[in-house]
């Protein structure tokens, strides 16, 4: 229809809504697969290559990385807990905090403690050298060396309730994000729609 009343070029905007809409129309297939994306984007992410860069990612988003380190943290401290009430070495428990720490980060950190641990450094040596556990968490475990299983109890309980917390304040973040971005969209399209009649206007003119 521009093209019949002599519009020779539109906007970038009704462009991009044109050149939609041809993919749309062109291409049902690829439209239809394009929701399951998000869900495919997520399968590869959790692939055991690619996880590593994904956990660093979600590490560096806004909100969603305090509630990620709460959860990972909670997991650390409850595990190491309830390892060190069984009477697990300290190497022993590590290791496996290593493996329910949910994030690759933080078990490569705790890999870290680890292999200081066994060159005779102490725990908390070891999680300051590691470079990726909270300050308030490095200066708790150096005061409590001689009692490592009280103080990961109490980092634990303290965790917890900031994981809820934290995931609490992250999940009621969606709702306006999505709100804005629905808004955006719907705004893009009035221009889109608008533009090309301002566009009209001035050719006749």
Known sequence: MLRDIGIKKTN?????????????????????????????????????RLRPYFDLFVLRVP???????????????????????????????LESCSSAAGNAVYSRGLGCVVAAVRDNET???????????????????????????QVFGRLAAYYATEARHRVGVALRMIEPIMLVIVLAWVFGV????????????NEIR
Do not use: D
């Open 123 to 149: 725990v908390g040596a070891g999680f300051e050298r590691a470079g990726v556990f909270a300050p308030e968490v490095v200066l708790a475990i150096k005061s409590g060396e001689g009692a490592l299983g």
């Open 63 to 93: 909100i969603v990385c305090k509630a990620v380190e709460a959860l990972a943290m909670a997991r650390i401290c409850l595990t190491y807990k309830t390892l060190s009430e069984s009477g697990i070495r300290v190497v022993e428990a």
């Open 12 to 48: 970038a905007l009704t462009g991009f809504f044109f050149g939609l809409s041809n993919l749309v129309v062109q291409h049902p297939l690829f439209a239809a697969l394009l929701p399951v994306a998000p869900l495919a984007m997520i399968w590869v992410a959790f692939r055991p």
């Open 190 to 201: 009035a221009l889109a729609v608008v533009l090309p009649v301002v566009e009209v206007l």
